[in-house]
C-alpha cells in the first residue's frame, strides 16, 4: 500500500507552464507504475499520462501529447507532471495515481487527493 500527495497545482494563465509533484510514501515506490489523471467539471476521470516502474516507458492521451512530460525520480519516490503550453481546456483536479501491476486505466488503484489546476484565457 502507498499514500500519495500531490501538490504544485494553481492558477496560470493560457501558454504557461506548471509543475505537478507527488510524493509518495513506501519503500516499494520503485515497484508501481504512476500515472496522472484529470477530472474536469461534469467530466469523467481520464489517464492523462503514465510511466513506467523503471521510467523507460511513458504514454500520453492524445490531448496533452507534445506538450505534457511525466517523469519519476526514484530515490525521492517522486513522480512529476510537467505541464507546458497550457490551455483553457486543461483545466481539471489533477490526481496521481499508482498501479501495483498493469499500467491500464483500470489497474490504478491508489490515488492522492487530487490538486487543482486552472487556466485562464
Known amino acids: 500500500q502507498v499514500q500519495l500527495v500531490e501538490s504544485g497545482g494553481g492558477l496560470v494563465q493560457a501558454g504557461g507552464s506548471l509543475r505537478l509533484s507527488c510524493a509518495v510514501s513506501?519503500?516499494?515506490?520503485?515497484?508501481?507504475?504512476m500515472a496522472w489523471f484529470r477530472q474536469a467539471p461534469g467530466k469523467e476521470r481520464d489517464l492523462i499520462a503514465a510511466i513506467s516502474w523503471s521510467g523507460g516507458t511513458t504514454k500520453y492521451a492524445d490531448s496533452v501529447k507534445g506538450r505534457f512530460i511525466i517523469s519519476r525520480d526514484n530515490a525521492k519516490n517522486t513522480v512529476y507532471l510537467q505541464m507546458n503550453s497550457l490551455k483553457p481546456e486543461d483545466t481539471a483536479v489533477y490526481y496521481c495515481?499508482?498501479?501495483?501491476?498493469?499500467?491500464?486505466?483500470?489497474?490504478?488503484?491508489?490515488w492522492g487527493q487530487g490538486t487543482q489546476v486552472t487556466v485562464s484565457s
Open positions: 495515481a499508482a498501479a501495483s501491476e498493469g499500467w491500464g486505466a483500470a489497474d490504478f488503484r491508489s
Open positions: 513506501g519503500r516499494t515506490f520503485s515497484r508501481y507504475a
